[in-house]
């Protein structure tokens, strides 16, 4: 028998490639500073494209009034590595964050590499902008209590400390490098904070990072929303408890099926969940009102994503993120913004290592040679690249760290429509998503040997790919037709 935390600690999934046209030369020449856009990057934790229904708020004020992507993923779906790839624009195997924990984890391992020095604010910064972070840095930023010190970069830093305490009153903050403990609903203070940045006296253009801690454990609802969603039914997919695991990999087939309690805990949990999120709601609203008062709702780009995804009992996870599995890899992703055109759906790749280059594109700035993601700036148009002119798969990668969970060490090449996954143990995992969209029937039994050495081949050459390389990886070149089961 396998221990049930097949969830919330194994390391790391992840996302990305490119897409083929270069960007005009006209359009990459940097604007006065007066004309550079503002930036606001609201980034959830742990929370999956299936609860977006909740957010009324979001889906009015920023989907019906900019772009949502269908196919957003992950460069690895556990948080520190994920927002490691935000802040630098680079897959885990070449920022080396590649756990929460551990020798190679956490903020740690992040300024152990010397990352700091080099990332999105401090990049932004340089240029003229003034940034702020309001909510989760890193993990373990603050663990012992002790402020953690202001990472370069940032202007105005309200950073939350790893305690893992209650959100409602019971936590603690770095603030501008004074510690404070929080007296209000965490995702209330950090709402007020986040208004007060963008409405500041300041004629430089802004970038601020809101990241509150909803939806993760230990999901504290505010107290006006702890009554909501009591009789709100836990969905059960196909996948739900996944009865038949026998052609799933050793790890998931030595699993135990969800039992009551289980099911009793992912009910309780999942409704708490969506409770907090009745707040990140209003820290929206908050936010978008506060721009338009001080006149810059106009030329603020507004970007709303999260870490990573949750499984709720899909493939016998009795809760958690890091697995091969669209619950796992796939989030949401919404933008809204200057010339963004409105409620639009877009079905191109896209990945949280592009986050970086495409503000910089944005703001007119060059994307330095470590960046592996390519801007979707162009997505962003009036008249975006078509799907298949636009990078054709994205890499998702995991390390088994030393962390005890069960998950071995796997990279997963994710395409339009397909999923194929290696593991370490020689074990492998293919889906058309088309045909088998729950992600039921492994299917890397039935490909040809050209189908899996092609898909191979390109997952390997991904896996070792750094930088400008990572495009050149993933190009739309003309591949082969699509390797469905015969």
């Known amino acids: ?45 742990d929370f999956e494209t299936q609860s977006l229904w909740v957010l009324e708020q979001v889906q009015k004020r920023l989907a019906t009034e900019g772009a949502s992507f269908e196919q957003h993923f992950v460069s690895l779906p556990l948080c520190c590595p994920s927002r490691a790839s935000i802040f630098t624009g680079q897959f885990a195997h070449n920022h080396g964050v590649l756990s929460n924990v551990g020798r190679f984890g956490g903020l740690e391992r992040f300024r152990e590499l010397k990352r700091e020095a080099e990332t999105l604010p401090v990049w932004l910064q340089r240029a003229g902008y003034r940034t702020g972070l309001v909510g989760k840095y890193l993990n373990h930023y603050g663990a012992d ?41 965490q995702t209330d203070r950090l709402a007020r904070l986040g208004a007060e940045f963008v409405t500041a006296q300041d004629a430089r253009p802004f970038f601020l990072y809101v990241a509150p801690g909803a939806p993760h454990l230990p999901a504290d609802p505010a107290p006006e929303h702890a009554s ?12 739900f408890d996944e009865q038949d695991v026998s052609d ?18 992912l009910q309780r949990f999942y409704r708490r969940r969506l409770q907090t999120l009745l707040s990140v ?37 009795p809760g958690g993120k890091n697995a091969p599995y669209e619950e796992a890899i796939k989030v949401p992703l919404i933008v809204r913004g200057p010339a963004v055109p409105r409620a639009v759906r877009l079905d191109q790749l896209v990945s949280n290592v592009d986050y970086a280059p495409t503000l910089l594109e944005l703001a007119g700035l060059a994307v330095p040679a470590s960046v592996d993601g390519q801007s979707f700036a162009p997505l962003l148009r009036s008249d975006p690249p078509p799907a298949d002119r636009w990078r054709q798969a994205v890499l998702v990668e995991h ?28 074990e492998s995992e ?14 890397q039994a039935r490909l040809t040997p050209s ?18 390389a990572c495009g050149a990886a993933m190009a739309p070149a003309a591949p082969p037709p699509a390797a469905r089961l015969p």
């Open 1 to 45: 028998m396998v221990h049930r935390s097949i969830h919330a600690g194994v390391a790391v999934l992840g996302a990305a490639l490119w897409m083929a046209a270069a960007p005009n030369p006209e359009e990459s020449k940097a604007p006065p500073q007066a004309a550079r856009p503002n930036f606001v990057m609201i980034v959830l934790d």
């Open 145 to 185: 209590r002790r402020s953690g010190g202001i990472p370069p970069g940032w202007n105005s830093w309200h950073a939350i400390l790893e305690d893992r305490t209650a959100s409602n009153g019971n936590y603690w903050m770095n603030d501008d490098g004074r510690l404070s403990q929080g007296k209000e609903y």
């Open 228 to 239: 909501a969603f009591l009789d709100l039914v836990l969905p059960r997919s196909p996948s």
């Open 248 to 265: 799933k990999p050793a790890f998931l087939r030595k699993a135990d099926p969800l039992n009551s309690g289980d099911v009793h805990r």
């Open 281 to 317: 709601d209003a820290l929206v609203v908050q936010i978008l009102d506060a721009l338009e008062r001080a006149g810059r709702l106009h030329d603020t780009y507004v970007f709303f994503t999260s870490d990573n995804g949750y499984l709720h009992g899909q493939h016998r996870f």
């Open 399 to 426: 390390w088994e760290t030393g962390d005890p969970f069960p998950i071995p060490t796997f990279h997963l090449l994710r395409l339009q429509h397909e999923v194929y996954v290696e593991y370490i143990t020689g």
């Open 430 to 443: 293919y889906y058309d998503l088309r045909l088998d969209p729950y992600q039921l029937e492994n299917g």
């Open 451 to 468: 189908q899996r050495q092609r898909l191979s081949e390109r997952l390997a050459a991904l896996q070792a790919s750094v930088g400008a």
